[in-house]
């Protein structure tokens, strides 16, 4: 399937050989009506070839997944997942303890902690992936300076002759023998 407005690079031969096949010629003067030309598309929906091709790649995701996904070794190796944890059971801990002060019934501080767990979890996760992505940048904008500076000691200085020349001539042997500074 082709996206309609997109230009391929063969298409002004596609075009040729459609008008030498039809026996008209646009150049010729001759129209020819959109009756007498090849349809574009399938007769396939653009919607129904998309839902194949989601489904085949959901259930190619799905195959994927396994059980040792999800044990404790794996979880504890995706970033920002202990820091989302700690902010979760905090709040947890926090609210659950303020809702049974406050109320005085178990279950209702139960519900709160529980909905403390998600709501801090989710923040938690949040504020390490922002930390996270803006440290990356960061660094990824230290690289590209550092690769952008330029290095002075990789190539060796050009000297003009004219000025060694110069610098000779002040360096003599008469004014060697003179001290720089004047005593009376």
Not at 70 to 95: H, K, N, Y
Request: glycine share 6%; proline share 4%; hydrophobic share 35%.
């Amino acid at each position: 399937m082709v996206w309609p407005f997109s230009r391929r690079q063969n298409e002004p031969q596609d075009k040729q050989s459609e008008i030498s096949s039809e026996g008209g010629s646009k150049l010729g003067g001759k129209k020819y009506l959109l009756e007498d030309t090849q349809p574009r598309f399938a007769n396939e929906s653009q919607s129904e070839h998309a839902n194949s091709l989601e489904q085949a790649t959901l259930r190619k995701a799905w195959d994927t997944i396994d059980w040792q996904d999800f044990s404790f070794q794996r979880l504890v190796r995706i970033p920002c997942f202990r820091d989302a944890g700690m902010t979760g059971f905090t709040s947890m801990f926090v609210l659950g303890s303020v809702m049974f002060l406050y109320h005085k019934n178990p279950s209702k501080a139960a519900n709160w902690s529980v909905g403390g767990l998600m709501l801090g979890s989710i923040v938690g996760w949040e504020q390490c992936r922002l930390r996270r992505k803006n440290s990356f940048h960061t660094a990824q904008m230290a690289k590209s300076t550092v690769a952008a500076k330029e290095k002075p000691m990789l190539h060796t200085p050009v000297n003009d002759d004219r000025v060694k020349k110069e610098w000779e001539g002040h360096t003599s042997a008469s004014t060697a023998k003179k001290p720089w500074y004047k005593f009376w």
